[in-house]
């Protein structure tokens, strides 16, 4: 299936997993052929994914909530009379097979990138903790690319993905939670499994009025 | 031909392109193919690709002019903080890193922005109940941006998909001015809003991956290994 159907067809926010298990075989070769497909700024990769498994539940838990508190905060950000409890659609956070959150991470300059920084007095930034935060949003765009892999590929064995990118990006929050091997900051997560329920078929006739702007509000040729 | 077979055999970076300029239908098609795929928090595609064309020689030695500038000033700041000891020394006309000159000499330059989006009519609903769109406000662009970068990404890959798929190469750039004044200083008053990556495409004349199998570097510059980056709880 050519790559433009594969989404199409294929790519559907889940509301609701079942409780079949896919393979662990499946989403390690999807994570190798993620990993080997995804190119990074002077080979550094500054970000790494934590798998949580089937047998994650209590940690699933901490996450979710962590995600609901900071759905709650922003909305009451906009207004500080919100009555909001969190959004239903956060629910495959904590009920599925596997959820994938991705974290900066301190990069190690490869021999060729070490070379560079002994004999050409190359700049390696995204081995400093100090750098963190200035090359984050050059990070996180890699991320969208390893992340876009990685859906291909399991959308390819018919598992389904589902995003979220509403949690608290200070890693302090996940420790005080019990998280305590997080130690860098949290860029986005994707869970997966098999869809039972998706978002487009719940909720009625006001979901066809949510579409996405229009191309030309997205192109422009300059 | 497969995802995976698509990306290792035909994405690489790309030195110096063709002189050769791909038909625009094919540029259009792949960036209507990406717009219609990617996905979006809340809808609202909080960004925007700029297109600037074969005619735009002038504004692209000018957007180069900001990826030299920005080379300089990391280092120039490494070296302030303590964090280096020396410079490379790059400077326009001087010494420019060549795998940059991509972003110079290339069919398309594609760059992409913030953008501050509308709520569609079903988040107009939501926020009537409560719900707040942050991707509406000028105030939270800064606060937004790194989520709206992972966007990007998944926008990006799907767009680098398409491009391959019709027999394009493509590279991506990262280094460059982050503010938008600095591209007006440059000239170029069309940006309103900060610039999150670029990626240029066109057909190869020679690729970075050449220069390192004829250095015999190859092996040198290779990408952590997986268990760095793959940690399974």
Redesign the interface.
Known sequence: M???DL??HK?K?VFEYKDDVPSLEKIKLS???A???T???N???A???????PD?QK?KEIIYNICQNSCIE??????S????KGNECLKHIKDNPFLFTFHQ?L??P????Q?SINK????Y?QA?I??MPKI???V??????????L???LL?KDIDVS?N??FK?DYNVWQKAGLT?ITTRP??MLTCGYGKTYRRNIGGE??K?????E?K?????? | MKHFDLLEQKRKHVKTYKKDIPPKEIIERALYKAWKTSPSKNNAMAYQALVWGPDKEIHKDAIHSLVVKCHADVENKAVADGQATKIQGAKLGEYENPYYRHIKENPYLITIHSRISTPNKFYQRQIETGHFYDQGFESHIEKIVDSVAVEVGIFVANLTNYLLEEGLDISYNSCFKRRPEQWHNVGLHMVKTRPIVMISCGYAERYRREDLQYLKLEHEDVKPQIEEIIKWI
Request: aromatic letters at 16%; proline letters at 2%; one cysteine or more.
């Open positions: 050519k790559h433009f989404l199409e790519r926010q994570l190798w052929q990993w080997k497909t190119p990074s700024k080979n550094a990769m970000y790494e994914v934590f798998v949580w498994g994650k940690e922003i909305d009451h950000q906009g207004h009379e919100s009555i909001s991470r990069a190690t490869n021999e060729y990138y070379h050409k007095n190359m700049y930034e400093h100090s750098e984050v949003n050059s996180s765009v890699e991320v969208g690319l390893f992340a876009q892999n859906t291909t590929y390819e995003y990118a509403c990006s091997n860029l986005f006001i979901n009025k949510d579409i996405k702007p191309l509000d997205i192109i422009t040729w300059v």
